[in-house]
């Protein structure tokens, strides 16, 4: 692929495909195929709503990231969102409820926002959550998740509702997965991706790409494996670190010269999955899409943050409406500055950045 990588373009191109899929596996229930019908002409209609809302000054995303819950019952090597203690064992207090994340899910689908990603800690223990976005079918809702919490009622809302994809984030074959998220992780993993191919539903993977697992997460024989399984859509995300114990562990420039060609022939070659890497596809497209720009993200309390690895907010969607924290002073500061668009060692500018972020963030001025 030469030239500049359109990552929106492609993302939407890669829903179409994971949408046709869908069509596909729900051939057999007349309700189930008419559902995937309505979801195309929604997200054309979601598209002309963003237009109309550009004509008038105001830039919508297509995607948002809501972190539904602060919980986890896993301690993975080096997670970010532990490290800055957004992570937590216990039910977080003022989280916020299944009733103000539907009216959240419903202001979006006014805004034209099509997609939003259901991460945490970990989703699936929100299940109230959980069927409110199913209830919202104008929106496609990928849910981030470790693959423990799987039962018969999650299948069954799965099977009716198709605008809820599970994404399983796994780290490479059994030995390295289970080194990081714990003994056993693995096997489980996989024995979910058997029961959605067994049941005709469609999920994805995450990985976290680091130095020691880069070679493994693109071979041949692992993605070859996850297709086999019926994965339709790889996420590979750039490991953060927010320790100097765990630096070694960030992709640095040789790696992500290695995963950028990679993923041009992966595209090129096995178009049966969709490939996205955060934050790679981001520079190589722009810039940082974070703020707005391509995205925005909800923390469990409410908090509207640039992105999950960029915690910093002056709105909380309690008290305030999407609409006024996608025009809040931090967000427009950083679309209208240099930040996002800035040079950087990798990984996630704004993290790497984020004494500049505070600055905004205090409304001073920021100093180059």
Excluded at 134 to 140: F, P, R
Excluded at 245 to 258: F, I, Q, T, V
Excluded at 328 to 352: K, M, N, Q
Aim: negative net charge; glycine residues 8%; hydrophobic residues 35%.
């Amino acid at each position: 692929m030469d030239g500049k990588f359109d990552l929106q373009a492609y993302m939407a191109e890669g829903i179409e495909r994971l949408m046709t899929d869908v069509l596909k596996a729900t051939l057999h229930n007349p309700r189930e195929s008419a559902f995937m019908l309505k979801f195309a002409t929604a997200t054309r209609k979601a598209s002309k709503k963003r237009e109309k809302a550009e004509n008038e000054g105001l830039h919508v995303p297509s995607f948002l990231i809501a972190s539904i819950t602060s919980q986890c019952n896993l301690h993975c090597a080096g997670c970010y969102s532990r490290c800055n203690h957004a992570t937590v064992d216990a039910e977080p207090v003022s989280q916020l409820t299944g009733e103000e994340w539907d009216k959240i899910f419903g202001e979006a689908d006014e805004l034209g926002i099509s997609f939003i990603l259901l991460a945490g800690g970990e989703p699936m223990l929100r299940r109230d959550v959980i069927e409110a976005a199913g209830k919202h079918k104008n929106i496609l809702f990928p849910i981030f998740t470790n693959g423990t919490f799987f039962d018969e009622k999650y299948f069954d809302m799965f099977a009716k509702c198709r605008n809820l994809v599970p994404i399983m984030s796994i780290e490479g074959e059994r030995e390295v997965t289970d080194a990081r998220r714990g003994e056993g992780i693995y096997d489980r993993l996989i024995a979910n991706m058997d029961e959605f191919r067994k049941r005709g539903l469609v999920f994805g993977a995450s990985v976290t790409v680091t130095t020691e697992n880069i070679r493994e997460v693109t071979s041949e024989s692992f993605l070859s494996a996850l297709s086999e399984r019926g994965c339709k859509a790889v996420i590979f995300v750039e490991f953060v670190p927010v320790t100097e114990e765990s630096k070694h562990l960030a992709p640095g420039d040789e790696e992500r010269e290695y995963m950028h060609g990679e993923l041009d022939r992966l595209r090129s070659e096995k178009q049966e999955m969709v490939y996205v890497s955060f934050p790679g596809d981001e520079k190589s497209s722009g810039g940082c899409v974070a703020a707005g720009r391509g995205f925005f993200h909800i923390n469990s309390h409410g908090g509207a943050e640039p992105c999950p690895f960029s915690p910093y907010s002056d709105r909380n969607v309690r008290n305030s409406s999407l609409r006024e924290a996608l025009n809040s002073p931090l967000f427009t500061a950083l679309r209208d500055g240099d930040i996002l668009v800035d040079d950087h060692e990798g990984g996630c500018v704004l993290y790497e950045k984020r004494a500049l972020v505070e600055q905004l963030l205090a409304g001073g001025r920021v100093d180059p």
